[in-house]
């Protein structure tokens, strides 16, 4: 499959968001389609897309087979065939539909984004998946998702989709690898180790104490 255009992968997203968010008004007519493109939340980049231009898009899509026109409506209404077209389950498609939405997120935020397209248990269940799509082999169509270098400031990296071809990270400010950066599992991990020692020379000290005691040895 050859890459998307923004307005392409964007047309893509909101026909995924709104067959969860919105199904009594799914599949979408262009009037509802080109409204959920331009929304100004939960959105980046934001975009200003003409019904012209969003209905170029989908005429593209349609070539692709990832998205097609549902019969038995006097307006023509609109939805994706993503799974199907590429191969891709469930909990694939809401995350590179919240990835083409939204831009560049951690596995936490993109959890948290996607609960209402699809529920994961835990933050290592989104990461599998998307590690399964970045290792994607190129006889399936090559990786869907890159893990972006670590941005200043940032605890965590983020991800980003592939859909619209390759990611130039050369230009990104990268956060540089000095010794005071700890991880947040580091952090968690040096906490309960502080706790565990900090409970064992309480014990040491009791029996010190009891020691003193049974020798009827005063300390000073």
């Known amino acids: 499959m050859r890459a998307l255009s923004l307005l392409e992968a964007r047309v893509l997203g909101v026909l995924i968001e709104k067959a969860h968010t919105v199904p009594d008004s799914y599949p979408l007519s262009l009037n509802s389609l080109t409204l959920g493109c331009n929304q100004k939340t939960a959105r ?25 026109e549902s019969s038995g409506s006097r307006v023509a209404r609109y939805e994706h065939n993503m799974g199907r077209a590429m191969g891709l389950p469930s909990q694939s498609v809401a995350l590179l ?9 951690t596995s936490s935020e993109l959890r ?11 933050v290592s269940s989104v990461e599998a998946f998307l590690d399964e799509l970045a290792a994607r082999s190129e006889e399936k169509g090559g990786p869907l998702t890159l893990k972006l270098p ?8 983020r991800w980003t989709h592939l859909l619209c071809g390759a990611v130039d990270i050369s230009a990104m400010p990268v956060a540089p690898q000095s010794d005071d950066f700890v991880a947040t599992s580091e952090l968690a991990a040096l906490k309960s180790q502080q706790a565990a020692m900090q409970n064992e020379l309480a014990e040491l000290r009791a029996l010190v104490d009891r020691l003193y005691s049974e020798l009827g040895v005063s300390k000073t």
């Open 44 to 68: 980046d980049p934001v975009v200003n897309a003409t019904e012209s231009e969003v209905q170029g898009a989908i005429d593209s899509l349609k070539v692709l087979h990832l998205v097609f």
């Open 150 to 157: 670590r941005a200043p400031g940032a605890r965590e990296q």
């Open 112 to 122: 948290a984004n996607c609960d209402r397209l699809h529920r994961f248990a835990d």
């Open 97 to 105: 539909a919240v990835l083409a939405l939204r831009g560049p997120q």
